[in-house]
């Protein structure tokens, strides 16, 4: 069997779209059981990508409370891939085009995540992985203002200069519900604006992604018809081809993922794609093969441009996140993807 891309879970579906107003927080004690006891064909979850944020991880966790979760995922046999850096206002950021001191607060919330994530490395327990942002602000917000991907790349300029000091590399995450990279052509426009691609990237998510061929938020960049048929096959597959060949260069990270081609919003969690379990009768994704199109080139040759691969299951209900046979069936799907376009060293 393959042994890489590496497999990892999300630990931050135990707090995204839970806490006040919706369901309770599930704890990333928990969160790190399930994944360490999660097995299929003999074969376990290699790691977990964390949320630098309480009540998870604090952003402002000491030297010694990180080398205390290092040793806690250590001993579960777990590395750590990915850091969500906390940019949203909630958390202690601020959006990436607002006001000089939103921008601040932004520029230091990834300053605080690319410095954690550079001591877990020098820690020895993450061993690949990068810093994931967006621009914490919402489509609507961006859209009344012309200057508004100016600005955020502006932003995410002086993060990439942090993210250099400290070795690490950012990644921006494509999903519909943030200001400047709701549709795959923005996203384009936004890298390039920063124009620092050896240190930005973008974070491909199957089950966001599938919502920009879509035109969610974004009619005009729209690459699949209105009331799309998805019976048919070989249009969907084009449809990602497109995206794909666009995206695929500048991606440094990625989420398998499965989607019914709606939206979802729990808690306070802005509407986004919804995703399902890898087996939903009504996902509209071939999990193994359509995450070809991310990990091989368009003459189908691996790309090998991550070493790690994530599963992220946001707003999951708590009823379905306890149970162990839910992340079972998500390895066995992630293995899926792995045998398909993975390889051995």
């Not at 360490?36 to 977990?48: P, T």
């Not at 052509?185 to 240190?199: A, H, N, Q, S």
């Not at 162990?324 to 899926?336: C, G, N, P, R």
Request: charged share 25%.
């Amino acid at each position: 069997m393959n042994n890489y891309p590496k497999l990892h879970n999300a630990m931050w579906p135990g707090l995204v779209g839970k806490g006040p107003g919706s369901e309770p927080f599930i704890g990333l004690d928990t969160m790190l059981e399930l994944t360490a006891s999660a097995e299929s064909e003999g074969v376990r979850f290699d790691g977990v990508d964390l949320f630098l944020a309480e009540p998870h991880t604090s952003i402002d966790s000491t030297h010694d409370q990180l080398k205390e979760l290092a040793d806690k995922i250590a001993s579960k046999n777990l590395k750590v891939g990915t850091v969500i850096a906390p940019v949203w206002p909630p958390t202690g950021g601020g959006s990436a085009m607002g006001t000089p001191e939103e921008r601040h607060r932004f520029v230091e919330q990834v300053e605080k995540s690319a410095k954690i994530a550079k001591y877990l490395r020098e820690l020895g327990i993450r061993p690949y992985g990068v810093v994931r942002i967006d621009s914490a602000t919402d489509p609507e917000t961006w859209a009344n203002d012309p200057e508004a991907s100016k600005k955020i790349a502006s932003t995410f300029r002086e993060c990439c200069t942090i993210a250099e000091d400290n070795g690490e590399r950012l990644a921006a995450e494509g999903e519909i519900c943030w200001g400047g990279m709701h549709s795959w052509k923005r996203m384009i426009e936004l890298l390039e604006l920063v124009d620092r691609p050896e240190t930005i990237g973008f974070q491909a998510d199957m089950a966001h992604t599938l919502l920009y061929t879509m035109g969610y938020n974004a009619p005009e960049d729209a690459i699949l018809p209105p009331q799309f048929e998805w019976k048919d096959e070989e249009k969907l597959s084009e449809a990602l081809t497109t995206m794909t060949s666009a995206l695929r260069p500048w991606t440094i990270d990625f989420h398998v993922a499965q989607n019914d081609g709606t939206v979802k919003g729990s808690g306070s969690h802005d509407k986004t794609g919804r995703h399902c379990l890898p087996d939903d009768p009504n996902g509209k994704l071939n999990i193994a093969r359509d995450a070809g199109h991310w990990l091989r080139d368009d003459k189908g040759r691996l790309t090998k441009a991550f070493e790690h691969v994530c599963w992220d299951g946001c707003m999951f209900p708590n009823e379905v996140m306890l149970k162990q046979q839910t992340w079972d069936s998500i390895l066995s799907a992630m293995i899926s993807v792995r045998e398909a376009h993975g390889w051995k060293e």
